[in-house]
């Protein structure tokens, strides 16, 4: 019995440490495409990552089907679309702007706003209250 788990740890560490091996194509405009795709696509199980940076099965996966998509002669857009169509606009780390994800775009300039709105409440309020209170000269 101990044999049979031993065998299986084995095995499942050596299918674990298996690399992803950077794939090359014999077109310079092909490994181009290939190399842009990867860093403009995010890993969905990673989520900060993008496909150039994650280990992830997934993200391995979304590779092989990339190359697959590439090599049947498929543009940049053709291959973004499918991917949004299947996984959503998260998948793009630059998501176009509509009506969906206006916020996103618009989320940090608002949030920019707001604190310097409140900066300036509480720094007039400070002003106007060490302008209020007298000095003692006693």
Do not use: H
Not at 56 to 71: G, K, W
Not at 104 to 121: D, H, K, R
Request: charged share 20%.
């Amino acid at each position: 019995m101990k044999t049979v788990i031993a065998f299986l740890l084995l095995f499942n560490l050596g299918t674990l440490s298996a690399a992803d091996v950077p794939i090359r194509f014999n077109d310079i405009e092909k490994d181009n495409l290939y190399d842009s795709l990867l860093e403009e696509i995010r890993c969905l199980v990673c989520q900060n990552q993008s496909l150039a940076d994650s280990n992830a099965e997934l993200a391995q996966d979304l590779r092989r089907q990339i190359i697959e998509m590439i090599d049947a002669g498929k543009t940049e857009n053709d291959i973004k679309a499918f991917l949004v169509e299947r996984y959503g606009d998260f998948v793009l780390y630059r998501p176009p702007l509509q009506e969906n994800t206006w916020l996103l775009w618009a989320g940090p300039f608002v949030f920019l706003v707001i604190g310097i709105v409140v900066a300036i409440i509480i720094i007039r309020r400070q002003a106007n209250n060490s302008a209020t209170q007298e000095p003692n000269n006693d």
